[in-house]
T-cell receptor, first 112, second 114 residues
Framework: GESVGLHLPTLSVQEGDNSIINCAYS??????FIWYKQESGKGPQFIID?????DKRQGQRVTVLLNKTVKHLSLQIAATQPGDSAVYFC???????????FGTGTSLTVIP | DAGVIQSPRHEVTEMGQEVTLRCKPI?????LFWYRQTMMRGLELLIY????????DSGMPEDRFSAKMPNASFSTLKIQPSEPRDSAVYFC????????????FGPGTRLTVT
């Protein structure tokens, strides 16, 4: 089921390196996924989305990969910058309405 | 567009008091969502509306919580009476109705109940 654990995964990367943030989802019927970025003191902001009929989608410096077989989603950030430091959430739509279910988030820290 | 507007941004109240949080969705959006975010439980969906009608309120913790959407441009989330465990950041988000539309989040209301 959905993970709502107490521990927020963390990732630290050097500025300029690539970052990969992973997310496991629980529902095989989920057909639309979004990655959100949340900076301290702000609401989540849309980064990129992907539908279940795709396995890869690219944006500016970001790529989302979807593996439906193992119910896994990843966000790749190229040439990570200090401004990328934030908590990143994956969110899944399970196809039964327009609500999204959010993961616990991953905290990304970029080291200058 | 001003985005989703929430008020107040911060609220400090004493246990037992009534708290009302307000949200103005993005103009033209017909779905509205209320979330609660805590360190312990992450981001939880409390309730959402389509075309001002509550669709799923299964996330509302208990009867002390209620939400209304009297028109397309305004919604409230009320807690009465408030308890310390209600302390959290409450987010409102809006989107177009239907599957496959991203949600736009407001800045949140940080509620502290002492």
């Amino acid at each position: 089921g959905e993970s709502v654990g107490l521990h927020l995964p963390t990732l630290s990367v050097q500025e300029g390196d690539n970052s990969i943030i992973n997310c496991a989802y629980s529902n095989s019927a989920s057909d639309y996924f979004i990655w959100y970025k949340q900076e301290s003191g702000k609401g989540p902001q849309f980064i990129i989305d992907i539908r279940s009929n795709m396995d890869k989608r690219q944006g500016q410096r970001v790529t989302v990969l979807l593996n439906k077989t193992v119910k896994h989603l990843s966000l790749q950030i190229a040439a990570t910058q200090p401004g990328d430091s934030a908590v990143y959430f994956c969110a899944e739509n399970r196809g039964t309405g327009n609500q999204f279910y959010f993961g616990t988030g991953t905290s990304l820290t970029v080291i200058p | 567009d001003a985005g989703v507007i929430q008020s107040p941004r911060h609220e400090v109240t004493e246990m037992g008091q009534e708290v009302t949080l307000r949200c103005k969705p993005i103009s033209g959006h017909n779905s509205l969502f209320w979330y609660r975010q805590t360190m312990m439980r992450g981001l939880e969906l409390l309730i959402y509306f389509n075309n001002n009608v509550p669709i799923d309120d299964s996330g509302m913790p208990e009867d002390r919580f209620s939400a209304k959407m009297p028109n397309a441009s305004f919604s409230t989330l009320k807690i009465q009476p408030s308890e310390p465990r209600d302390s959290a950041v409450y987010f409102c988000a809006s989107s177009l109705a239907g599957v496959g539309y991203e949600q736009y989040f407001g800045p949140g209301t940080r509620l502290t109940v002492t």
